[in-house]
């Protein structure tokens, strides 16, 4: 499997303007989950979905960020209009909970991250 | 809500050495899982180990291995024979069982001089 993909690796935007970031979960899992890293607050979970519907955005900071997955094979977090304050790593990340581990060769519960998309608002 | 607090913002070892990472955590729940996360200068997020509340065995990866101290919450990392390619920022994470939800620590960066 190729991972999780995101798109674009690298963003920079004036303020203002819109931006949309992508996200291609591993084939299968069934969550997905959007992080914001920045050096003042760290890792920040904003939200996840579990098969495609949003289950927890508490972490979104505010109306200008929305999410959306559309299907179990794409996401979208789109921040309109953009602040400079945005600019941070987001990561994506996907996992499957499974109630045997065995099934999977893999751990339950493990979220595999994506590369992250650099967001720059000048 | 949980928090977890790694003390270490910074630690640098020499090669071959082994170095131990501290990590807290504040939890009133009892089934949760611990993990390490290791993110190279690439910033690629990587599982480096995970251990489960209820396992009393302390978990091991190789030349990776933990501390979980239940009862005085704290889950540190011990690096064995560490090597260059060590080199990384390392997470902490916290996630109550069922919740999917990842909480991290602010992180502590490594480096392994040759």
């Known amino acids: 499997d190729a991972g999780v993909i995101q798109s674009p690796r690298h963003e920079v935007t004036e303020m203002g303007q819109e931006v949309t970031l992508r996200c291609k979960p591993i084939?299968?899992?069934?969550?997905l989950f959007w992080y914001r890293q920045t050096m003042m607050r760290g890792l920040e979970l904003l939200i996840y979905?579990?098969?495609?519907?949003?289950?927890?955005d508490s972490g979104m900071p505010e109306d200008r960020f929305s999410a959306k997955m559309p299907n179990a094979s794409f996401s979208t977090l789109k921040i309109q209009p953009s602040e400079p304050r945005d600019s941070a790593v987001y990561f994506c990340?996907?996992?499957?909970?499974?109630?045997?581990?065995?099934?999977?060769?893999?751990?339950?519960?493990?979220?595999?991250f994506g590369p992250g998309t650099r967001l720059t608002v000048t | 809500a949980q928090t977890v607090t790694q003390s270490q913002p910074e630690m640098s070892v020499q090669e071959a050495e082994t170095v131990t990472l501290s990590c807290t955590y504040d939890t009133s729940e009892s089934n949760y899982y611990l993990f390490w996360y290791k993110q190279p200068p690439s910033r690629q997020m990587i599982l480096v180990i995970r251990q489960e509340a209820y396992k009393q065995q302390n978990a091991t990866e190789n030349r990776f291995s933990v501390n979980f101290q239940k009862a005085a919450k704290s889950f540190s990392l011990k690096i064995s024979d560490s090597q260059l390619g060590d080199t990384a920022m390392y997470f902490c994470a916290f996630m109550t069982q069922g919740a999917q939800k990842l909480v991290f620590g602010q992180g502590t960066r490594l480096t392994i001089n040759p």
């Open positions: 979905f579990n098969n495609n519907v949003p289950i927890d």
């Open positions: 084939s299968g899992h069934d969550y």
């Open positions: 990340a996907s996992s499957l909970v499974l109630p045997n581990v065995g099934e999977t060769g893999g751990l339950p519960y493990e979220q595999y």
